[in-house]
């Protein structure tokens, strides 16, 4: 009929307690007002109650302290023995009897029992620190998990803070959008901007503002980077007009001069890997490149790079062949170096109607 | 009719649960017959379990009851006289006191542990140790907690133990009866 549970310690009550739950019932609360202090009577023995209310084990040592006081205080034998409880007066038992506590001659449990009681008690505790290492242990790769995800997701906000950025400055790639769309991707790189800077600080923002909307899609994203990063895909960025400028591995140079002035391209850097050390730059080491034929675009470049407050370098061993292409690739310092690297192999064009879409968050 | 369906009765402000619960919670206090512990019934109403388990028991047993309305009080000091003056020395003299048990003075313990407790009304878990404190080690209480029917036992005493400590140091000054000239 009943069920017997064991529950877990409580919280509130020390393990002292040993709980079981009979069953589930519904019964009137305990009224915590009026604050009557109930006077229970505490039991004290005297004369008159001496059979009465009291356990038997107390009476029969009350009998027995009373009946050697009876006695003499020599001993016939031994001779050397000597009865104490006659020394007593009988009033100075019965004042000293009315000290005592009903249970106070009761038997004290067995020492086993006692024993096993403490056993139990070192074995419940045992169990419990073991499940509690387990939690932490379970809790501390949680942790690592969820650190490794930001990191991630900071990979990705900046690298699209970069792409935003970079399209952004060209005003020819502006000028095909409305006020309210341009508005929308400025605040996008804002955030971006923020979170990456932030480490992650504003991430729920983000995630609130609908950004995230699902949970897959970044995952999907990130799994998709991995994946671009083993086929050293390159990644190009086109303005609006709609000319199509694929890069080559084998011609990195060329290109720009074939490409129109609105052209911003972005691959990914493969040769880049043998120097990578960390988690962190192995998700970073297909980064910006950035391609300019134009002068005053590349100027633009290098007021952009200043304005990063050195978060950009322009690598002094690039030669002079890397005026035409010059190529961003993020440092495990989370800054940028210029290298003169040939581009990647494939390219894929991303034009800026894609970056309000969750396809960029795919493609990026 | 109604005294005989499993069911709780109400009437004022005089409660009695329904009778199964009286023999859930009687079978889990693990009463054994004729031995003197001591009993204490929280929220005790008519009384009504007090006298049952004084009657196992027995009359050398200590029983003790805590209430809290001043009519309830009164009935059941009246029906359990009744019920001793019908069976005389079959129960043993079972106190009511009127007051709120959430507010039992915390140095009764010193004086005073029963080895079983019953609740006649639901206690949160908060202020389950204010009576679990009550128990003496080995000893039960069975009680809603919550909303569910709960069996606690005692199966130690840090007080007890920090006691026994303290009880070694005052070994010393049990034997100066022997100074004392003798007769």
Redesign the interface.
Known sequence: ??EKVQ?PP?A????????????????????????????????LWNRQRLP?????TFRASLLTVLMCHAAD??QPQPATA?N?A???PADCWHHIFSFC???HFRPA?PLVA?NA??L??VLNERAERITAEEAAAASELRQRKCEAKLQSVLVVARRLDDHLHLLLRNDDNCSGLGGERLDEIRNLSMRLRDISMGEGRGLLDVEAAGWFEDESEADNFEEEEEGEEEEEEAVEFESEEGEEAVESEEEPQEEPEEESESDVEIASDSASDSSVESEFFETTASTAFFSESDDEEEDELEEFQEAEEGAFVQDSDSDAASSDSTRLVRSPAHSFDVTDKPPAKKARRVTLEDLGSAEVWGGG | MQAYSDEPLRRNSLHLSAPHIYGVALEHLDLPPSKPLSFLNVGSGTGYISTIVGSILGPQSLSHGIEIDAANVEFSRAAIANFAQLNPSLIPEITIVQGNALHLPAHLTLNLCYDRIYLGAAITLVDLPKIARLLAVGGILVGPVDDELRKITRVWSAEEVSGQASAHEDIRVLFILSAVTPR
């Open positions: 009929m009943q529950h409580s509130t009550l020390s393990s002292e307690f040993k709980h079981e739950t009979i069953s589930g019932v519904r019964f009137a609360p305990l009224l915590s007002s009026p604050t009557t202090i109930p006077k229970l009577p505490v039991p009465k209310h009291f356990p038997g205080h020599h000597r104490l006659a020394l007593v506590g009903r249970n449990p006692k009681a403490f139990a008690l």
